[in-house]
């Protein structure tokens, strides 16, 4: 299939709309797409046609007037009322005063100054679009251009040097597609717009005699004939806009259940926390279904063969991130992983709705109560749940086997996959923790009772694609060691 590349070397392109409405005065939203009838036009100019053309035979533009409307690969637009939303999205509009350009004739009245005799005349304002990525590609699926043809087409390509207006230069360049790779498809972050009958982006394509008409419009004009502009018959052709598609982000555990603690307690207890939260969520899940009922193993992890990552999390939510993060926990929460079924989630909730106070080994009892949006930062569920690629550990991540001088990025990579997570591409390993709160715990405050040591380290990674939280990594992720959280005001790092 036959491909067009055409790169704006100032990232920018000021081409009017097929309405034309800046001569009235109004504000000209531009043409986006440009249209392929730009591009034909473009082609045509570049070697002209009949007895002007010099390293051409003319059948290139053919090949293009008779073919479909082809495939526009670029960013997709935006309404100018989107405002910041058009920098994520692709497309940016900036609107231009009146300009005054240099009429090269004797002309008696006003003067310019610098140029004696020399009159100053307004031309109407237009608009300049500026691409997030700076490149339009036309695909004529289907197309097989004969070797004279192809030749052609890089001739007059190598000849174009602006498209639309001559302020917005441009590279333009002609290569062949493998059609045996499947469907076009945009993989550096533009769209791909396809003609479709009930689309609603009217663009300007090729048609059967368009370059008969451009002659006819050239040769007026150099006979004397006064011709503002090409006026060709409209041959619109409906696009369908892609529509607007933000990042993919991965959620490894959709449902989740906040609390808050009615006093926060310091970060070194986190165990003590999740196992009561874990032992009340488990006692009252028994209360609902009945005395000597299964419960399911997800929540107790016992009973069936499941790995610990696709086990209900219980996590405790310290102060960290902050300047003044001092990695007391304010909250607690109860992550449900994808897998689990609906009916379980309900109970799950139902259980947990139940839980009033938490009775912590050694005696202590903390009072819970369900999360009050906004009461607190630590607990609230958007600083946990914003998306990010970037990730430090709130709580040391415990090891799940011993590696000798260290865990790598390869190890990182295996705690990712483990918790269903996009691999890293970046991974930091330290014992002291990277951000303000985060929390140093003592060998014994990172281990279950009667359970062996492992070792531990304070983690920073950067992860491969977005990820909305909460999530944990490491051998005791189902108790919250190992609990990441994105980025949060400045950081500071424990250690140089």
């Known amino acids: 299939m036959l491909a067009i590349d055409v790169e704006l070397l100032l990232g920018t392109i000021r081409a009017g709309s097929a309405e034309d409405i800046a001569i009235t005065g109004d504000s000209d939203p531009g043409e986006w797409p440009p249209s392929p009838s730009r591009l034909l036009a473009a082609l045509v100019a570049a070697d002209g046609t009949g007895p002007r053309m010099r390293a051409t035979t003319g059948v290139e533009l053919a090949l293009l007037e008779q073919a479909d409307p082809p495939l526009v690969v670029c960013d997709r637009a935006v309404d100018d009322e989107e405002g910041l939303a058009a920098a994520r999205t692709g497309l940016l509009r900036s609107s231009q005063n009146d300009r005054f350009v240099v009429v090269d004739a004797n002309a008696r009245g006003s003067?310019?100054?610098?140029?004696?005799?020399?009159?100053?005349?307004?031309?109407?304002?237009?608009?300049?679009?500026?691409?997030?990525?700076?490149r339009i590609t036309y695909v004529w699926p289907g197309v097989r251009p004969a070797p004279a043809e192809i030749d052609g087409l890089r001739a007059r390509a190598a000849r174009i040097g602006y498209f639309g207006c001559a302020d917005s230069p441009v590279r333009v360049t002609v290569r062949l597609l493998d059609e045996e790779e499947g469907p076009v498809q945009a993989t550096d972050g533009r769209a791909v717009w396809r003609p479709d009958e009930e689309g609603d982006v009217f663009v300007e394509t090729p048609y059967a005699g368009m370059v008969d008409d451009l002659d006819r419009q050239f040769a007026a004009f150099t006979g004397g004939q006064w011709v503002r502009r090409a006026h060709l018959p409209p041959n619109r052709t409906p696009y369908r806009m892609p529509a607007p598609q933000g990042p993919v982000v991965?959620?490894?555990?959709?449902?989740?259940?906040?609390?808050?603690?009615?006093?926060?307690?310091?970060?070194?207890h986190v165990l003590r926390l999740t196992e009561a939260l874990?032992?009340?969520?488990?006692?009252?899940?028994?209360?609902?279904?009945?005395?000597?009922?299964?419960?399911?193993?997800?929540?107790?992890g016992h009973g069936a063969a499941t790995a610990e990552w696709d086990q209900v999390q219980f996590l405790a939510l310290p102060n960290v991130g902050y300047d003044y993060s001092d990695g007391r926990v304010h909250g607690l929460a109860v992550a449900i992983p994808e897998r689990a079924p609906a009916a379980l989630v309900e109970e799950v909730r139902a259980a947990v709705a139940r839980i009033t106070d938490l009775r912590l080994a050694g005696g202590q009892v903390v009072h819970v109560?369900?999360?009050?949006?906004?009461?607190?930062?630590?607990?609230?569920?958007?600083?946990?749940?914003?998306?990010?690629?970037?990730?430090?550990?709130a709580f040391p991540v415990v090891q799940d086997r011993f590696t000798k001088g260290g865990p790598s990025l390869d190890d990182v990579?295996?705690?990712?996959?483990?918790?269903?997570?996009?691999?890293?591409?970046?991974?930091?390993?330290?014992?002291l923790p990277f951000a303000r709160g985060a929390v140093e715990l003592r060998p014994h405050e990172a281990v279950r009772s009667g359970k062996e040591r492992r070792p531990y380290t304070h983690l920073a990674v950067e992860l491969s694609s977005l990820v909305r939280g909460p999530i944990a990594l490491g051998h005791l992720r189902s108790f919250g060691l190992g609990l990441l959280a994105p980025p949060a005001g400045r950081e500071e790092g424990g250690h140089d």
């Not at 991965?250 to 070194?268: C, F, H, K, Q, Y």
């Not at 032992?279 to 107790?300: C, K, M, N, Y």
């Not at 918790?419 to 330290?430: G, K, N, S, T």
């Open 111 to 134: 003067t310019v100054q610098e140029y004696p005799l020399r009159k100053a005349e307004a031309v109407r304002r237009s608009t300049v679009l500026a691409p997030r990525t700076p």
């Open 250 to 268: 991965v959620t490894p555990m959709p449902a989740v259940i906040w609390l808050d603690l009615a006093r926060s307690i310091a970060g070194r």
């Open 278 to 300: 874990r032992a009340a969520t488990i006692s009252h899940l028994q209360e609902l279904r009945g005395p000597g009922a299964d419960l399911p193993f997800e929540v107790t």
């Open 369 to 393: 109560e369900p999360h009050r949006w906004g009461a607190r930062t630590a607990a609230n569920p958007a600083r946990w749940t914003r998306p990010s690629r970037r990730f430090v550990s």
């Open 413 to 431: 990579a295996r705690w990712c996959a483990q918790a269903h997570l996009p691999p890293p591409v970046d991974a930091q390993l330290h014992p």
